[in-house]
Protein backbone atom coordinates (compact mmCIF):
# COMPACT_ATOMS: atom_id res chain seq x y z
CA UNK A 1 0.00 0.00 0.00
CA UNK A 2 3.00 2.47 0.64
CA UNK A 3 4.21 1.76 -2.72
CA UNK A 4 1.37 2.62 -4.08
CA UNK A 5 0.73 5.74 -2.62
CA UNK A 6 4.28 6.90 -3.16
CA UNK A 7 4.15 5.53 -6.87
CA UNK A 8 0.57 8.02 -7.47
CA UNK A 9 2.56 10.89 -5.74
CA UNK A 10 5.60 10.72 -8.24
CA UNK A 11 2.76 10.78 -10.50
CA UNK A 12 1.16 13.24 -10.09
CA UNK A 13 4.41 15.56 -9.49
CA UNK A 14 5.40 14.51 -12.79
CA UNK A 15 2.01 15.48 -14.23
CA UNK A 16 1.70 18.64 -12.30
CA UNK A 17 6.26 19.50 -12.91
CA UNK A 18 5.02 18.96 -16.83
CA UNK A 19 1.93 21.10 -16.78
CA UNK A 20 3.59 24.12 -15.29
CA UNK A 21 6.79 23.71 -17.31
CA UNK A 22 4.18 23.89 -20.44
CA UNK A 23 2.66 26.70 -19.65
CA UNK A 24 5.40 28.46 -17.99
CA UNK A 25 5.75 32.00 -19.48
CA UNK A 26 9.62 32.48 -19.77
CA UNK A 27 9.23 28.85 -21.67
CA UNK A 28 7.08 31.11 -24.13
CA UNK A 29 9.92 33.20 -25.30
CA UNK A 30 12.17 30.16 -27.16
CA UNK A 31 10.36 30.19 -29.81
CA UNK A 32 10.41 33.86 -30.84
CA UNK A 33 13.65 34.17 -32.66
CA UNK A 34 14.92 36.45 -34.77
CA UNK A 35 15.26 36.01 -38.56
CA UNK A 36 17.26 38.16 -41.10
CA UNK A 37 17.64 41.06 -39.56
CA UNK A 38 21.27 42.17 -40.43
CA UNK A 39 20.60 45.88 -41.37
CA UNK A 40 19.80 46.18 -37.56
CA UNK A 41 23.22 45.20 -36.40
CA UNK A 42 26.25 47.42 -35.62
CA UNK A 43 24.24 50.49 -34.51
CA UNK A 44 24.32 52.32 -30.84
CA UNK A 45 20.85 51.69 -28.68
CA UNK A 46 18.31 53.97 -30.30
CA UNK A 47 19.10 53.49 -33.89
CA UNK A 48 19.04 49.80 -33.24
CA UNK A 49 15.63 50.01 -31.45
CA UNK A 50 14.16 52.51 -34.36
CA UNK A 51 15.65 49.48 -36.88
CA UNK A 52 13.74 46.79 -35.06
CA UNK A 53 10.52 49.45 -34.80
CA UNK A 54 10.41 49.99 -37.93
CA UNK A 55 10.83 45.95 -39.12
CA UNK A 56 7.67 45.42 -36.63
CA UNK A 57 5.71 47.78 -38.85
CA UNK A 58 5.84 45.77 -41.65
CA UNK A 59 4.15 43.34 -40.08
CA UNK A 60 2.22 44.23 -36.85
CA UNK A 61 -1.07 43.52 -36.62
CA UNK A 62 -1.89 43.71 -32.31
CA UNK A 63 -4.56 41.22 -31.69
CA UNK A 64 -5.23 39.97 -28.07
CA UNK A 65 -4.58 36.64 -28.03
CA UNK A 66 -3.96 33.73 -25.22
CA UNK A 67 -0.83 33.01 -24.46
CA UNK A 68 0.43 29.45 -25.96
CA UNK A 69 3.76 29.16 -28.12
CA UNK A 70 4.06 31.50 -30.39
CA UNK A 71 6.60 31.55 -34.03
CA UNK A 72 7.57 34.58 -35.50
CA UNK A 73 6.15 33.65 -38.71
CA UNK A 74 2.76 33.12 -36.45
CA UNK A 75 2.85 36.39 -35.15
CA UNK A 76 3.33 37.79 -38.59
CA UNK A 77 0.56 35.59 -39.76
CA UNK A 78 -1.90 36.21 -36.96
CA UNK A 79 -0.97 39.47 -34.85
CA UNK A 80 -0.03 39.27 -31.35
CA UNK A 81 -0.33 41.39 -28.19
CA UNK A 82 2.14 43.58 -26.10
CA UNK A 83 3.86 40.30 -24.90
CA UNK A 84 4.06 38.94 -27.72
CA UNK A 85 5.89 41.89 -29.30
CA UNK A 86 7.99 42.69 -26.89
CA UNK A 87 9.48 39.33 -26.08
CA UNK A 88 10.24 39.44 -29.89
CA UNK A 89 12.03 42.76 -29.12
CA UNK A 90 13.96 41.55 -26.08
CA UNK A 91 15.31 38.92 -28.34
CA UNK A 92 16.02 40.57 -31.27
CA UNK A 93 18.06 43.61 -28.89
CA UNK A 94 19.93 40.21 -27.26
CA UNK A 95 20.37 39.11 -30.72
CA UNK A 96 21.94 42.42 -31.44
CA UNK A 97 24.45 42.43 -28.17
CA UNK A 98 22.54 44.67 -26.27
CA UNK A 99 21.07 43.60 -22.76
CA UNK A 100 16.81 43.93 -22.72
CA UNK A 101 14.22 43.04 -20.52
CA UNK A 102 10.72 42.51 -20.17
CA UNK A 103 8.61 44.88 -17.82
CA UNK A 104 4.83 44.02 -16.96
CA UNK A 105 2.77 46.25 -15.43
CA UNK A 106 -0.36 44.30 -14.08
CA UNK A 107 -3.85 46.20 -13.14
CA UNK A 108 -6.67 45.50 -11.59
CA UNK A 109 -8.37 43.64 -14.67
CA UNK A 110 -5.83 43.57 -16.82
CA UNK A 111 -1.98 44.20 -17.69
CA UNK A 112 0.66 45.49 -20.19
CA UNK A 113 4.11 44.39 -20.86
CA UNK A 114 7.25 46.47 -22.76
CA UNK A 115 10.87 45.88 -23.51
CA UNK A 116 13.59 47.77 -22.24
CA UNK A 117 17.30 47.28 -24.05
CA UNK A 118 20.02 49.25 -22.84
CA UNK A 119 23.83 49.16 -24.16
CA UNK A 120 26.99 48.10 -22.25
CA UNK A 121 28.43 50.93 -20.89
CA UNK A 122 24.61 52.34 -19.52
CA UNK A 123 24.80 55.43 -21.72
CA UNK A 124 21.77 55.09 -23.59
CA UNK A 125 18.45 53.00 -23.09
CA UNK A 126 15.15 52.64 -24.93
CA UNK A 127 11.90 51.43 -24.31
CA UNK A 128 10.36 49.36 -27.25
CA UNK A 129 6.14 49.22 -26.83
CA UNK A 130 4.31 48.11 -29.40
CA UNK A 131 5.62 50.68 -32.34
CA UNK A 132 7.08 53.66 -29.94
CA UNK A 133 10.56 53.73 -29.24
CA UNK A 134 11.86 56.54 -26.37
CA UNK A 135 15.23 56.40 -25.82
CA UNK A 136 17.52 58.61 -23.06
CA UNK A 137 21.13 58.91 -22.99
CA UNK A 138 23.13 59.43 -19.91
CA UNK A 139 25.72 62.20 -19.59
CA UNK A 140 28.43 63.12 -17.30
CA UNK A 141 27.23 65.94 -15.07
CA UNK A 142 30.96 67.75 -14.81
CA UNK A 143 29.77 69.75 -11.92
Known amino acids: MKQQIILIFIF ?5 STYLTFFDYNKL ?9 SECSDM ?10 NYVKEFYN ?7 V ?28 F ?3 LVKINGKDNGHTF ?3 WDNELNQYCKLDL ?9 EDEN
Open 115 to 117: AIM
Open 12 to 16: IVLVV
Open 62 to 68: YIERADF
Open 70 to 97: KTLNDIKKYGGDCYDYSIFYRNMAREFG
Open 29 to 37: EISLSVDNV
Open 99 to 101: KSK
Open 44 to 53: DVSHTAKCMR
Open 131 to 139: LDVDCLSFE
